[in-house]
């Protein structure tokens, strides 16, 4: 049986369904910006995953016996893109992360599985970060031997090599 309408009665319970309804509003809000956040980390992976890539192309060019110095300029070039890129996607978790912190951190059930998500992506950028680190030193020092063994070749009157260039110039 159920209870009889009353003005009372209804109004609680549209009162009740409001706040629920509410709250679910909220809810997807919520898992729309966490959403946002997932897809900003597995943004910022791909651009790690290439930088990677560029510095391996780098470090063959510094090995090779002529260095093309128009492709590691435009190599260069693309991993200042690259970081520029970095840090928008970084501002932009920051400020979405930002807004719903309180949330997360107050009804972590409710994201669970998203926030496990996105604690392994910044697991793997981490990872990605480390190894850029190091093959960012790597790159440093073969630079810097390239640099010594040119400046020995022409202190000694010898020809260093000569930087290959990949288009000829006016």
Request: no cysteine.
């Amino acid at each position: 049986m159920q209870p009889a309408f009353t003005e009372e009665t209804g109004e609680g319970n549209a009162r009740k369904l409001g706040v629920k309804r509410e709250e679910n509003t909220m809810d997807k809000e919520i898992g729309t910006y966490v959403n946002l956040l997932e897809e900003s980390l597995v943004k910022k992976s791909a651009v790690l995953t290439e930088i990677l890539e560029l510095n391996k192309e780098e470090d063959a060019m510094l090995k090779a016996e002529e260095l093309d110095v128009e492709a590691f300029d435009k190599s260069m070039d693309r991993k200042g893109e690259l970081a520029q890129k970095l840090d928008g996607l970084d501002d932009g978790f920051d400020s979405v992360y930002s807004r719903i912190r309180e949330e997360i951190l107050t009804h972590p059930e409710n994201y669970k599985e998203q926030v496990a998500r996105i604690q392994n992506l910044i697991r793997e950028i981490t990872d990605k970060q480390t190894s850029i680190q190091a093959q960012e030193a790597r790159l440093k020092k073969a630079v810097e031997q390239y640099s010594a063994r040119a400046a020995k070749d022409l202190k000694q009157g010898g020809v260093p090599p000569v930087p290959h260039r990949t288009t000829t110039r006016p």
